[in-house]
């Protein structure tokens, strides 16, 4: 058993992506201010980078000592918040969350985020994206909680096995990289995109959450669930491991009818458990 | 505009699909029993439309097909542009090109069959 975990960890060892050392980078940064009618350009920036210096660290560094006025959003610098979300050297990551020494070559070309309507330099509006979130009511919906009346106020009991189906869904940040990277986001506004899909799911299969009917034609439309390619590029660029591709399959299985009745089975289940 | 809900769409999509796999396996394998150049002559295919099963089975395929096929054109086209027009128009348009392929279809396989015409 051991040597079976050992040969794993040698194996993960040897897949590890390469760290090149590097004491400087040069920065390409996309400069354009859309509200003022710019047309798009790169900044070339040389920035002094140590091993652990991350992509929101150079960019912080350019802004602080050689151009203050690179338009960047972030906050927690540390993969909590969603907010530096860009693409790097194309592809849609969290600024905070990317090592310079991961990324291959000595230039790092840093763009807003695709599919986003774009306000300035690294900044898009997220307008769209937050709307389609709303839309799926992402909170919990409880007609037999009445919150107001404290006396009868009581606690949802969910069991280890019930919180696992949802948990992984939890982690979303809001980060819009999968909604960047999403091919049908591209071609179809209406589409929800991958983030928002996967979060009905997460609220849909909490047995605490009683809106199952309204959630499923929330998202069983022309432009719905449906559109959907899995293409999977939603879960590969997702920085917290959510893996929105699966969610959408999933959510699909239940309207196909493949696990109509689990929930109903699993009240069963867990009223013979207590008899 | 909407009799069926999406999702009754796509069920019907993917189950026409998998039949179609099916359906047209038979009809390929229906090639194989003799020579190929020899089942596509001129009396063999004749033959073909006057044995019942085998009517059927190449009106089956022609449905199947019809529907799947212009389901997914629907698909495809939804992605091109939104707007209300143009997706009733497109489902519009879909839904009576699948019925005249299915029309006209039927009609040659009615016609090669001799149904009431002999």
Known sequence: ?275 | MTMLRESQIMKIHYITGIAALFVVAIHIMMRLIMPYNMSLEYENVIANYHNLPYVVLLESILVLIAIHGFNGLRVILLELRQSKAWEDGVTILTIAAMMAVVAYGTRTIIFANGLGFE
């Open chain 1, 1 to 275: 058993m051991n040597e079976q975990v050992i040969e794993k960890i040698e194996k993960m060892g040897k897949h590890k992506k390469k760290e090149t050392i590097r004491s400087s980078i040069v920065l390409k940064v996309y400069r354009a201010n859309r509200l003022a009618g710019e047309s798009g350009h790169y900044d070339s920036i040389e920035v002094p980078v140590q091993r652990w210096t991350t992509v929101l660290d150079a960019l912080l560094h350019a802004k602080s000592y050689k151009d203050p006025s690179i338009g960047i959003r972030f906050s927690c610098r540390m993969a909590s918040c969603g907010s530096c979300g860009m693409k790097i050297n194309g592809i849609p990551r969290l600024a905070c969350y990317t090592k310079v020494s991961e990324l291959e070559g000595s230039t790092v070309t840093v763009e807003p985020l695709a599919n986003f309507p774009h306000i300035r330099d690294l900044v898009t509006d997220f307008a769209q994206f937050f709307s389609h979130h709303r839309d799926m009511q992402p909170y919990i919906k409880n007609d037999q909680a009445d919150i107001e009346d404290k006396a009868r106020l009581s606690e949802f009991l969910q069991s280890p096995e019930d919180l696992d189906k949802f948990l992984q869904f939890s982690y979303c940040i809001k980060c819009g990289l999968c909604y960047s990277a999403c091919p049908t986001v591209a071609t179809d506004i209406k589409f929800p995109g991958p983030q928002a899909l996967s979060q009905a799911y997460r609220y849909f299969i909490d047995n605490r959450d009683m809106a199952e009917k309204e959630r499923m034609n929330m998202v069983d439309d022309r432009h719905g669930i449906w559109r959907c390619h899995f293409a999977g590029s939603c879960s590969s660029v997702c920085p917290k491991g959510v893996d929105p591709a699966l969610g959408i399959q999933l959510l699909r299985g239940h309207m196909l009818g493949f696990s109509k009745n689990e929930k109903k089975i699993a009240d069963l289940q867990e009223r013979l458990r207590k008899d």
